[in-house]
């Protein structure tokens, strides 16, 4: 069967998850956050408004980006390196694959 051709596998961060998983979260917690944030203003025409949302949602979104960009740079890497890791150590019980860990 041929491989899908979605399958990738990055080296290093993988930025279209950095992408998603920011817009997501901006969404989800920036939404309620911008909005909760606009009670105490007046904001009077549709302009204002606007123009608090955007300046509030960048905010909101560069303090998002950041973490998330950091915690694929180090979080994901840490924890693939230790799977990878885990892969390459062999069972006692697995027959040797490589011709020098035959003891000889």
Do not use: C, H
């Amino acid at each position: 069967m041929p491989e899908p051709v979605e399958t990738i596998d990055p080296e290093g961060v993988d930025y279209g998850w950095v992408m998603q998983t920011t817009f997501v979260l901006t969404i989800v917690v920036g939404a309620p956050l911008v909005a909760a944030l606009s009670i105490p203003y007046t904001l009077p025409t549709w302009g204002t408004r606007l123009e608090f949302a955007i300046r509030v949602g960048a905010l909101v979104w560069i303090l998002i980006a950041v973490p998330v960009f950091l915690y694929a740079k180090f979080g994901l890497e840490d924890a693939a390196e230790e799977s990878a890791e885990r892969v390459s150590e062999r069972r006692p019980d697995e027959p040797p694959t490589d011709e020098n860990e035959t003891g000889q």
